[in-house]
């Protein structure tokens, strides 16, 4: 099971890239949320409290620092996650990768890749893949029928 997951998370498509978007983003919405349901009051009570707490106003221009700081956090907080779920474990793979430790992703067998070229030579003499009888890595090679 860890070892399909780790080739997902190596594979690098479309459909990982879609996952860890939609992920993220709904991650990002729960420590927004966090961020202005507990962080932002306690900011405002720092800042004075009540209604103008976490705010200064200049010539009746109102200045919310509480937000600001609010989304600081909030990128830090998301920043930081990201770097510990995501960046971390694919840095560790890769040198293990490099030192031999673990192995990279399954390659294709020799059979696989022969019957990958033969059916692409048949492709383009015109024929169909087509099925052989005698089975995969047992078939006619080009130029034989």
Do not use: C, H
Not at 28 to 50: C, H, K, M, N, R
Not at 84 to 99: A, G, N, Q
Not at 104 to 112: C, F, K, L, N, Y
């Amino acid at each position: 099971m860890i070892k399909g997951f780790k080739d997902f998370l190596l594979r690098g498509n479309v459909v990982d890239l879609a996952v860890a978007v939609v992920i993220g983003a709904a991650f990002t919405a729960v420590v927004g949320q966090f961020t202005a349901s507990f962080l932002e009051p306690l900011i405002g009570l720092l800042g004075g409290g009540g209604l103008d707490g976490g705010t200064f106003t200049v010539d009746e221009q109102v200045f919310d620092w509480a937000a600001f700081i609010n989304a600081v956090i909030t990128f830090v907080l998301t920043a930081a996650v990201v770097y510990v779920v995501v960046v971390l474990p694919m840095k560790s793979i890769i040198e293990r990768r490099k030192r031999g430790e673990e192995a990279g992703p399954a390659e294709p067998t020799q059979v696989e890749l022969l019957v990958e070229i033969r059916d692409l030579l048949r492709a383009q003499q015109g024929r169909g893949p087509g099925t052989d009888p005698s089975g995969p890595g047992t078939s006619s090679l080009p130029g034989q029928l």
